[in-house]
């Protein structure tokens, strides 16, 4: 079956660093996208890893090992406006862009 | 000059009513999906079609019938409705149908079955 998991909730203070994981176990394997939703919002695209490494945009960073079925979305210097649930996502589909979602991971950011 | 947007954003019917959701983007995009997000915030796939063509039929009750009259409309009609298609409903675009291509999402339609 296809599974990728996420802590549920996250806290964390302004200004602060905060690492969300992601663990999957997919049977295809393209990419590990990363995506933001507020609260009654859209999800937004936030980042996308297709080969192992870091990837950098702005305070937010994503990270993939492929051998360890395992990425990372590393958000720096916290806002309120970080207050949000955050999805991994598998691409799967190779020829299509299917996607599989993790279950979210809502963080809270405090004054 | 929304990119992906959805009608209506509010749905509330009633059991076996049939009832459709319209989706439209202004983005250029060939690919377009349909997504069901229920109340634990799950998000999945349910179709997707490219240049109107369907590339994407998940497991999803004959009830659901998708519509792509051309590559910037997508819509999604439901017959027979029942309470556990109490979701949010999104529609996205992306670029293309490889798996690098980010997909940009609408504002979603919040159908409520009474």
């Known amino acids: 079956g296809q599974s990728l998991e996420q802590p549920s909730e996250v806290t964390a203070v302004e200004g602060a660093i905060v690492q969300i994981n992601c663990t999957y176990q997919?049977?295809?394997?393209?990419?590990l996208s990363w995506y933001q939703q507020h609260d009654g919002g859209a999800p937004t695209f936030l980042s996308y890893n297709a080969l192992d490494g870091l990837e950098e945009t702005g305070r937010f960073s994503s990270f993939l090992s492929r051998s360890d079925s395992y990425g990372y979305l590393l958000l720096q210097e916290l806002q309120m406006k970080d207050s949000a649930s955050y999805f991994c996502a598998v691409n799967y589909g190779g020829a299509t862009n299917k996607l599989i979602f993790g279950t979210g991971t809502l963080l809270a950011v405090q004054p | 000059d929304t990119a992906v947007s959805q009608t209506p954003k509010y749905l509330v019917t009633q059991m076996g009513n049939d009832k459709s959701i319209k989706c439209e983007q202004n983005l250029g995009h060939d690919t377009m999906y349909w997504y069901k997000q229920d109340s634990k915030k799950f998000l999945k796939i349910m179709f997707s079609?490219?240049?109107?063509?369907?590339?994407i039929n998940e497991t999803v009750p004959n009830r659901f019938s998708p519509k792509s009259p051309d590559k910037a409309h997508l819509n999604l009609h439901i017959n027979s409705l029942e309470l556990g298609d109490s979701a949010v409903y999104f529609c996205?675009?992306?670029?293309?149908?490889?798996?690098?291509?980010?997909?940009?999402f609408g504002d979603g339609t919040r159908l409520s079955i009474l």
């Open positions: 997919t049977s295809g394997f393209y990419g």
């Open positions: 996205a675009s992306s670029q293309g149908e490889y798996s690098n291509q980010p997909q940009h």
């Open positions: 079609y490219n240049n109107k063509e369907l590339i």
